[in-house]
């Protein structure tokens, strides 16, 4: 009379797990075999069975339940269940009696004889040949070092949909059974984004004398036009859902926030164009607290007169700071925010030099809008959800507004070409092959505790932040710590070059080393883009003395 273990059908067990309590009593049992009777009347055993090797309990990943094959495959072999072989499969098969009893990674012996025993009953069965179930006896278990479960696979971007659907979605609807989310991930991208990270810092550690495991690092990589995140690394243990550096480590970004400063300057062509001269020169200013605000050049050197471009290319502090008070604070406030920033920006001087703090995530949705040609497209993990009748929940069409002049645009692009040419971020020469052309910019922010580097190719838009997460400084530059990450990743990912093809309004001019309008003929003279009608009137002394045949070359290359 008392409630023991008794014997289920195969439907029994997928009836109770599915559907009912494990309790023990006779009342629990009845409905088990009432429903199980239901389930075999109305679907056949190869659907039941499937059910159940979908359902079955195969292991434990801390405080999750791995339950199914698909899982179960991911979870001792981290791959799909259709690249499995015989006797990966067979294990699997073997740990359906007992996955805790047979666990491989605990009793290995126990889980290769009862492996053995199902390639020993295909066999019989004969289902398989003798020499396959031979060769299937002598391979090794063959099971990865830790288990990882298939969504566990990229936490930090899993993180990111988690966050994006509680935004967007009731908690009710999120709660609901067989709901189908479709992400934006591109599995490839990631691993090698997070390959790139781990190797990266390793080398970097070993090289610069660094404790082991003292740096961090954080990726993300969008689509330019659509707005679709494609790899998102959060930290250097990529299997790790702790703290998501690239959606929470909000970090200052240093010279990444100049390409702003020269856009709002762009888009006023009257005043500002790529050749414009402006003066790097010392700066004191007079802050509301008392103190002074006094500062300087990375290479402590003033420059005096420079070109608008190539102040931008050898990121010169002073340079920078000159054109943008002549622009205003507002007018850079209000151009970042155009570009997607969200959070409040503060009105200081001190913010045209990167006394602004961002997540990873924050700056390539910045850069997104550069990348895009001036349009902004909020960046996402998720294209659609469907219910458990396939229905669309919710579609996540592609939003656009214009974000910048697409003129102004082109004018930054060409000059973010630059600095990647002969610039700041010269040394991806080193990374990427010789046809794929990419606009970027460093950034390195006080004592040199953060390395950043954000660019862009035809096709896709990545960031790459590497610092300590205690902040203490790592001795890195943009261009020494983030800028190998970001070149070894575009070169591996098949990026599509920028063809730096003017818009409508927009046409190259040639131009020497005064800023003066120039012919190809002219020594030093390099043609750059301007908005018609803004390219300057003084002419090279070359081109008078050789006549106007090369300057109107140049007007119509």
């Excluded at 679907?43 to 094959?69: P, S």
């Amino acid at each position: 009379g008392k409630a023991v273990q008794g014997g289920s059908t195969l439907t029994q067990q997928l009836v109770k797990n599915f559907l009912l309590s494990p309790e023990r009593s006779l009342t629990r049992k009845f409905n088990e075999a009432l429903m199980a009777l239901i389930v075999e009347s109305r679907y056949d055993k190869d659907e039941i069975l499937e059910a159940y090797a979908n359902e079955i309990f195969l292991g434990q990943d801390g405080e999750r339940a791995i339950h199914g094959f698909g899982l179960g495959a991911f979870f001792y072999f981290n791959r799909p269940l259709a690249e499995l072989e015989l006797h990966e499969t067979a294990l699997l098969v073997g740990l359906v009696k007992g996955a805790s009893f047979y666990n491989p990674r605990r009793h290995p012996q126990r889980a290769l004889d009862r492996r053995n025993l199902v390639i020993d009953q295909m066999e019989r069965q004969g289902m398989i040949e003798a020499a396959e179930a031979s060769a299937a006896r002598s391979a090794d278990l063959g099971v990865s070092a830790r288990g990882v479960a298939h969504s566990h696979r990229v936490p930090a971007f899993v993180d990111l949909v988690r966050r994006q659907l509680r935004r967007d979605y009731r908690e009710e609807d999120l709660t609901s059974e067989g709901l189908r989310i479709f992400s934006t991930l591109d599995p490839w991208i990631q691993r090698r984004a997070e390959e790139g990270v781990r190797g990266r810092l390793q080398r970097l550690e070993r090289v610069r004398n660094l404790p082991a495991n003292s740096l961090q690092a954080a990726v993300v990589v969008a689509s330019a036009q659509q707005g679709e995140i494609e790899a998102l690394v959060g930290g250097r243990d990529n299997r790790f859902a702790g703290f998501n550096r690239a959606l929470d480590a909000i970090r200052p970004i240093g010279s990444l926030v100049k390409p702003a400063v020269y856009l709002a300057a762009l888009t006023q062509p009257k005043r500002f164009t790529l050749s414009t001269r402006i003066e790097d020169a010392p700066v004191d200013l007079a802050l509301p607290n008392g103190q002074r605000w006094q500062p300087r050049n990375y290479d402590r050197e003033l420059h005096g007169i420079v070109a608008l471009h190539d102040a931008l290319a050898r990121s010169l502090n002073l340079a920078t700071v000159h054109l943008g008070l002549a622009v205003g604070l507002d007018t850079v406030i209000d151009q970042l925010q155009a570009l997607g920033i969200a959070r409040e920006v503060p009105a200081y001087p001190s913010l045209l030099l990167g006394a602004l703090s961002l997540s990873p995530l924050e700056v390539a949705q910045l850069y997104q809008g550069l990348a895009s040609g001036g349009f902004h497209s909020p960046l996402r993990a998720i294209r659609e959800v469907l219910d458990a009748e396939q229905t669309p929940l919710q579609r996540y069409p592609l939003t656009v507004r214009k974000a910048a002049d697409p003129s102004a645009v082109f004018l930054l692009t060409r000059n973010l070409v630059e600095v990647v040419e002969r610039g700041t971020g010269a040394g991806l020469s080193r990374y990427l092959p010789n046809d794929l052309k990419v606009a970027g910019k460093t950034g390195t922010t006080n004592d040199l505790r953060d390395s950043w580097f954000a660019g862009y190719a035809a096709d896709r838009v990545a960031v790459v932040w590497v610092g300590r997460d205690d902040n203490a400084p790592t001795g890195l530059t943009g261009a020494t710590g983030a800028l190998p990450v970001w070149g070894e990743l575009m070169a591996s990912t098949g990026s599509a070059p920028l063809r730096l093809n003017p818009p409508a309004g927009v046409a190259y001019r040639w131009i020497d080393e005064a800023g003066r309008l120039a012919a190809d003929h002219c020594q030093g003279a390099v043609a750059y883009p301007f908005i018609v009608g803004s390219e300057p009137s003084e002419r090279s002394d070359c081109v008078e003395q050789r006549g106007l045949g090369g300057f109107f070359r140049g007007l119509f290359d």
